[in-house]
């Protein structure tokens, strides 16, 4: 929804599906990206990432062609290679990070990192030393928490070091093609085992 309130185009398409990973600083959200994707990779899946970035950023080079572009007064510049696309684009307000699925529309599943505050799917990284309880705790749309430590919250729990677990729950609950299991595998459910979850 933009700020005006109307529900935008973007935001009326399921598909691919949006995962947040969220949780206070210093958790481990980027390190479990990191390791989440390649195993979602290995399961035959296209992954794409956003990144929330409340300060503001700048990603080219000062003295570039592009760079000069926009400092000249393009309100958007795109570099395309054969490899890559890069683009960056003056907006007015901070979007949420349904609106921007429009740009990740080759992929199978995005994780956006950050937006703890959203309507999207959530998978909180939680340590016991930094904070008493998860964030989202109460949150209706949080997944599942990623923790050390057993978390009681009444749902899903993966160790950060059960990444493929974790990637078997997302495959499951997103309904993500069985078909990309490496090897013909199937994929089923988790099983909860005390606090923690694991899968079969």
Same mark, same amino acid.
């Given at each position: #929804?933009?700020?005006?309130?109307? %529900? ?12 947040? @990973? *969220? /949780? ?14 390649? *195993?979602?990779?290995?399961?035959? &899946?296209?992954? /794409?990432? !956003? ?8 990603? =080219?080079?000062?003295?570039? =062609? ?12 795109? %570099?395309?290679?054969? +490899?890559?696309?890069? #683009? *960056?684009?003056?907006?007015?307000? $901070? ?9 990740? $529309? ?16 959530? &998978? ?10 998860? @964030? ?9 928490? !990623? ?6 919250? +009444? ?8 990444? $493929? ?5 997302? !495959? ?14 199937? !994929? ?5 085992? +005390? ?6």
């Amino acid at each position: #929804m933009n700020r005006e309130g109307r %529900v935008t185009r973007l935001e009326q398409v399921q598909d691919p599906p949006l995962v947040c @990973v *969220v /949780g206070f600083s210093g958790t481990g959200k980027t390190t479990l990206i990191e390791k989440l994707i390649p *195993v979602l990779k290995t399961h035959g &899946l296209r992954v /794409g990432c !956003i990144k929330h970035d409340a300060h503001g950023f700048e990603m =080219d080079r000062p003295g570039k =062609d592009s760079w000069r572009h926009k400092q000249a007064g393009a309100s958007a510049t795109l %570099v395309s290679s054969p +490899g890559r696309i890069g #683009m *960056v684009m003056d907006v007015e307000y $901070d979007h949420d990070p349904g609106e921007l699925k429009k740009f990740l $529309d080759t992929v199978d599943i995005i994780l956006a990192e950050g937006y703890k505050r959203s309507n999207h799917p959530k &998978l909180e990284v939680f340590r016991k030393d930094l904070r008493d309880e998860p @964030v989202c705790k109460g949150d209706d749309h949080l997944l599942a928490v !990623i923790s050390h430590t057993p978390v009681k919250w +009444g749902g899903a729990c993966f160790s950060p070091d059960d990444t $493929d677990g974790l990637a078997r729950f997302l !495959i499951k609950t997103f309904r993500l093609a069985s078909g990309n299991a490496p090897s013909g595998e199937t !994929i089923q459910a988790p099983q909860a085992v +005390g606090n923690h979850t694991h899968t079969v």
